[in-house]
């Protein structure tokens, strides 16, 4: 009769699915929870980041339309020194790095050097 679903289950198993079914509701919310904070936190990201691309698209287009005099004093107070090298090198030293150029130029006093490979 139990295969006909006409028979009663005994109340233990019935508890004991009852309750493995809760679990899993549980675990499942508790996931979705989870991973709905990081949705947010990645959709947060991102709008920061497209912040400062904005931001440094426009700094892109002051510098691009600035007077050649006005560039040549934006590079002499960004770049501190370039260093080129026989074989192809470059060697980039800042007066600034990464975060003061993100976070204004007064934020740090470490600067920050690159070494770039040159065509060939």
């Known amino acids: 009769m139990a295969i006909q679903g006409k028979s009663a289950l005994p109340q233990d198993v019935l508890s004991e699915m009852l ?20 949705l947010n936190d990645g959709n947060s990201k991102i709008e920061e980041m497209k912040a400062e691309f904005n931001r440094i ?3 892109s287009k002051i510098f691009d339309e600035s007077p ?5 004093m934006i590079c002499g107070y960004i770049i501190k020194k370039v260093s080129v090298f026989r074989d192809y090198r470059i060697k980039i030293e800042f ?3 990464v975060e003061q150029f ?3 130029i007064d934020s740090i006093d470490e ?7 040159m065509a060939q």
Request: charge should be negative; proline fraction near 2%; charged fraction near 35%.
């Open 57 to 59: 698209v426009s700094w």
């Open 19 to 38: 309750e493995d079914t809760r679990q899993k509701v549980l675990d499942t919310s508790e996931r979705i929870t989870k991973l709905t904070a990081e």
């Open 102 to 104: 993100l976070n204004g």
């Open 111 to 117: 600067c920050d050097t690159y070494e770039l490979p």
């Open 95 to 97: 007066n600034i790095n």
């Open 68 to 72: 050649m005099e006005v560039k040549k």
